[in-house]
């Protein structure tokens, strides 16, 4: 995985991740299985020009659904939640 826009796969927000960014000054966002907590580390940095004190990484796995009379799944992924240096800002709705 070379490119970070192949690392960082969206961001997660939510009402908890909301306040999570306000106290703790941490950002959540899914990511790559395959990815690691460094080339985590390394994609946040050089996306959103910020310094990274910490990564934690955690997998999920999909829940199972029903439809009427059909069965199926959700897809698995893996969320990592990223420590940002105090003072550091990640905005993802610029302009709204």
């Given amino acids: 995985m070379n490119n970070i826009h192949d690392i960082i796969v969206s961001p997660i927000i939510t009402e908890k991740s909301s306040i999570q960014k306000d106290e703790n ?5 899914k990511v790559a299985m395959s990815a690691n907590k460094i080339q985590i ?3 946040v ?6 310094k990274v004190l910490g990564v934690r990484s955690t997998n999920y796995r999909g829940k199972n659904k029903r439809v009427g009379k059909n069965f199926g799944r959700t897809s698995d992924f893996k969320k990592a939640y990223v420590t940002l240096e105090k ?3 990640v905005s993802f709705f610029e302009g709204v």
């Fill in 25 to 29: 000054n941490t950002v959540s966002f």
């Fill in 87 to 89: 003072g550091a800002k």
């Fill in 45 to 50: 940095e050089k996306l959103f020009n910020v």
């Fill in 41 to 43: 580390k390394d994609a």
